[in-house]
């Protein structure tokens, strides 16, 4: 009673909430509007969530992280504030970069497979400055703690995005809902920049330090790399399979999967804060690491088995007999869930030691090897052999993340007794 006590004081119960919220904007709301698209829209529409995804990243350019980091230490507010203007100004300025290597590599036929697609993407690119804004308020929030402040404009912003996106996509079909996902994240900013308030614009911009650059250009190069990862199968399988209904089947169980992920983002995002700041206790800090951790691998196997459930009724109910294929990807899928969870905690705990380069070793490897050993089963096992993929690269995640985040812990004993 006293644990369910002190995550319910954190905020862990209403970011929990708003997390699934959120789900919905991002992926979750596919589930519904599933039933207004075909197979092959589906896919599609997952294609281009990915590649937006992708460019969010870069383009953003590792400041909410650093944000976070930073702004989560013992400062004064003006201080904080005098950070958050430099570093919204500086993703800003990225975000433009990455628009305009967007349009290029689309409108050339470097990504993407169709030149449909490649349109599609460049519309589907106006959300991106939206986007890194919402970001970079968030992890500002997050790094007051104002956890319950946050879940509060979760809820309104996917609540109204998921009116507005169910209504024009069953109007309108794939086309309503990019532009109404672009409407979306447009509306959904206004009652974000209120809370923040815009008092750290009339603060002179913060000279960035040497800590911060180092955070957001690691956060940017393992975050870009982990997304090129996250979604590797699906870039995949927008260049190997003609067929894109069957892409949509996998896309299928790829959301459910990412119902799952929000449980255990949502405990990484409430104890980034925490752990970084409390980094210097080290005693406290593995202590804590080790109990929450195994919580959270413990409860993705029963997160697993609820989703499993909640997947064959919606399929056999609300979906009907054209997206049973789907339930064949989905307990491959969960697996990599499972393990990525039993491992997630370490690496904000990383994070939160100041390693980030660990984490960055840690995606370079595990990403290409994820991909390439998804390509090649899937000559063997057809889209079956993708996902298997993924899950061994879950694995060699699991394994490197351990090794390194001890090591971390070694390095940290060795500098507080100077030894």
Known sequence: ??????????????????????????????????????????????????????????????VSTAVLKTCAEQRPEAERESILKAGFRRAMVTTLVALF?????????????????AMWLLVYALVIPFSVSTEIFFSYLQA?????????????????????????????????????TIIGYMLG?????????????????????????HLAVFS????GISMIGKFGDIFLLDYLVMNRELIGYYALASLFTYGAIQVTATVQSISTPYLSERAGELEWFISKVRST?????????????????????????????????????????????????WYAVMAVALLGLGYMKYNFIIVAIVTPLSILSSYFLFQVYGIAGVAVGQVFGSVVGLLLTRILYRRAIRNRKAYQTGS
């Open 144 to 180: 007051l703690k104002k956890i319950k402040q946050l879940a509060r404009l979760h809820a309104l912003f996917r609540l109204q995005a998921f009116v507005i996106i169910i209504v024009c996509t069953y109007i309108w079909g794939i086309k309503g809902f990019i532009f109404a």
């Open 101 to 117: 290597l967007l349009a290029i590599l689309a409108l050339s036929g470097v990504i993407t497979s169709t030149h449909r697609l």
């Open 1 to 62: 009673m006293i644990a369910l006590r002190d995550i319910y004081e954190k905020g862990f119960f209403h970011l929990l909430s708003a997390n699934f919220l959120h789900q919905f904007l991002g992926f979750g709301i596919l589930l519904v509007v599933a039933k207004f698209l075909t197979p092959a829209e589906l896919g599609e529409i997952r294609i281009l969530q990915a590649y937006i995804a992708v460019f969010t990243i870069f383009a953003a350019f590792g």
């Open 220 to 223: 940017v190069l393992s975050n």
């Open 293 to 341: 951790q195994i919580r959270v691998g413990v409860l993705s196997i029963a997160v697993s088995a609820g989703i499993t459930v909640l997947a064959y009724l919606l399929i056999h109910i609300f979906y009907g007999a054209a997206y049973s294929a789907s339930l064949e990807y989905l307990p491959i899928l969960l697996l990599k869930y499972i393990f990525w969870s």
């Open 189 to 213: 900013l206004i009652p974000v920049v209120y809370t923040t308030g815009t008092s750290f614009l009339k603060r002179v911009p913060h000279s960035l330090t040497a800590a911060f650059k």
